[in-house]
Every structure is written in structure tokens, then in C-alpha cells.
């Protein structure tokens, strides 16, 4: 019998927050979900279509783009707010098949643009940022991805200000250690990875474990470049020191 092989894009309806206009998005087949290789920062590379081309979804009536954890209901203030810097501007365009990456960005920039108009939660806005850094990431544009890095990380870091760590503690404190170590400032990612490792209402066996890791890495290249280590690097070492047989 012939194999049929199954289209990695499959369509959902979704219905527009703003003015509520039902449209068409793609989305990509769960079982083509897992990635080949996922960077420490959680960016996930893939075989067929890329998943995280098609988070953002945008309205072809009125240009309003939104996520799964978007606000999905606004306030009148948040409505003109929208209608005034983007509805007003908006050319009818229709994002719902297949994305390139270039279109992929332009959905990230506009759903970018609609959360800060919209003053969206701080996590989103974070992921919006993060993910837009991946695409630069997948372009081999540098200097960009290292630019919006360190955008998402400012975002991050007032997520954890103003909300908490909340439920995935772990991963947060995690990812603003990995964030800070590829954004350079070494001595504030030794910090976050430093509170996965020790605090010991942290459970997550993973993140403690990569968090080790990227410690370790971090080390190495502190050293390699002849940095001076931190005195909680310091104090880790002595421990292990005394920990090892002699």
C-alpha cells in the first residue's frame, strides 16, 4: 500500500481580537513539531517547516497580530491605541500559508509592534523578542540577533521583577543566565545559573543540569579569556575542591 505523505501545514481558524474578523492561519503538524537540534537557548532547528514561522497570527482585515498567550480581550483604550498607530496604516495582506523567513520576521516585527502599542504582558513581549533574535540567528545576521538578545533579555528580567518566576521558575532563571552568557556579561550569568544550581526548592532535574553545564562553559571561557572569575565561581571550586578524593 502507498504512503501517504502527510502535508507538514494544516489550517486553524482563528477569530481576530480586535475586530473580530474570523481568518486562517497555518500551523505545523505536531508530529513534525520535534527538532534535529535545539540551541541552549531553546532556538529548535528543523528538517521540514520551522514551527515558530507561524506563532504570530495576523488579522488580513485590520493588520492585528497576536499569539496563543496574547491578551484576547482589550480594553477600549488598548483599541485606540491599535487603531491610531497601526489599523489606520494597515494594507490588506494575508499571511495565512506558507512562510518564508523574511515573511516569518515581518510577522514577528508587526506582532512586536501591536504588543507594545497594546502594552501586552511582559512575557510576551519577551518571547516576541527572543524568537525575533532566532530568525537573525537562522540568517546568520550576528549583529542583529545579538541586538534583539539583549532586547529579550531586558524583558525577561522585568518579567521576573514584576511577575515572579511562576510556575516555570526553573527555566526562567535558567534562560537569564544563558541570555546574559551569550549577551557577554559573564559575571550576572554566573548569578542566575548559580540560583538553579543551589537553591534547593529547584527541582527541575533538567535545567539544574544544563544550568551546570553552562557553568562550566562559562568557566572555560572566563578563563580562556583571561577574565577574572567571580567569588562565587571561586567558592564553587573550593567546594568541589574538597568534595574530590585525593
Not at 500500500?1 to 477569530?15: F, I, W
Not at 532566532?134 to 514584576?162: C, G, I, K, M, T
Not at 533538567?206 to 579569556?225: H, K
Request: proline share 3%; charged share 35%.
Amino acid at each position: 500500500m502507498e504512503r501517504v505523505e502527510l502535508e507538514p501545514l494544516y489550517k486553524v481558524k482563528v477569530t481576530c481580537h480586535y475586530c473580530e474578523t474570523e481568518f486562517e492561519t497555518s500551523r505545523v503538524r505536531p508530529s513534525l513539531k520535534r527538532p534535529y537540534r535545539t540551541d541552549s537557548d531553546f532556538c529548535g532547528y528543523y528538517k521540514l517547516e520551522n514551527p515558530d514561522f507561524y506563532v504570530v497570527r495576523i488579522c488580513p482585515e485590520c493588520g492585528f497580530a497576536s499569539t496563543e498567550n496574547s491578551t484576547d480581550k482589550l480594553t477600549d483604550k488598548q483599541r485606540q491605541a491599535f487603531k491610531e498607530q497601526i489599523g489606520n496604516r494597515w494594507e490588506k495582506r494575508d499571511y495565512s500559508g506558507a512562510r518564508t523567513l523574511d515573511q516569518a520576521l515581518a510577522t514577528y516585527k508587526l506582532g512586536l509592534l501591536c504588543a507594545q502599542v497594546i502594552q501586552e504582558k511582559d512575557r510576551v513581549v519577551a518571547g516576541l523578542l527572543h524568537h525575533i533574535a532566532w530568525l537573525y540567528r537562522y540568517r546568520e545576521d550576528h549583529e542583529q540577533e545579538r541586538r534583539f538578545l539583549e532586547f529579550s533579555l531586558e524583558a525577561y528580567v522585568r518579567v521576573f521583577e514584576r511577575e515572579g518566576a511562576g510556575s516555570n521558575e526553573a527555566r526562567l532563571l535558567y534562560l537569564l543566565g544563558e541570555l546574559n552568557r551569550r549577551a557577554g556579561h559573564f559575571h550576572e550569568a554566573v548569578k542566575w545559573f548559580g540560583r538553579v544550581i543551589h537553591d534547593k526548592r529547584i527541582t527541575d532535574a533538567a535545567m539544574i543540569r544544563a544550568s551546570r553545564e553552562q557553568w562550566a562553559l562559562l568557566r572555560e571561557q572566563m578563563i580562556s579569556g583571561k577574565m577574572e572569575l567571580p567569588e562565587e565561581m571561586i567558592e564553587a571550586d573550593k567546594e568541589a575542591a574538597k568534595r574530590s578524593p585525593l
